[in-house]
């Protein structure tokens, strides 16, 4: 039997093939489960959306910072904002290709109208 020592284990739990079924369960017919992902850090993957889609009718997904990261240390040169916003807009067009969307570095994700 395999002790926990209290460090942070490198291997992905069961993937939310035990979590998805639980918080469709609990969810309120109109509620709603609101989170975020680290997609760059692997904590979130894509096919963990995909399997989401088995327990949940209304799944939104927002993806960021693909490439607009790149402004974050000028932002407070003279323009900065202004560069930030123009790779955000960029990063919203690139987004509409679904291939890029695997290297957003941050997801936010709406889960409602669970399945029962």
């Given at each position: ?9 490198k ?87 679904p ?16 399945k029962?």
């Open positions: 039997m395999k002790k926990n020592d209290g460090r942070k284990n291997k992905r739990g069961d993937g939310g093939k035990n979590a998805f079924p639980e918080l469709a369960r609990v969810l309120k017919p109109d509620g709603c489960l609101l989170g975020t992902g680290w997609v760059a850090e692997h904590i979130f993957k894509m096919k963990d959306l995909e399997m989401a889609e088995k327990y949940f009718n209304k799944i939104e997904v927002y993806y960021f910072h693909l490439i607009s990261w790149l402004a974050f240390p000028f932002l407070k040169m003279h323009g900065g904002k202004f560069f930030l916003k123009m790779m955000e807009t960029t990063d919203n067009i690139l987004f509409l290709i291939l890029l969307r695997k290297y957003a570095f941050k997801i936010v994700f709406v889960f409602s109208n669970p029962k």
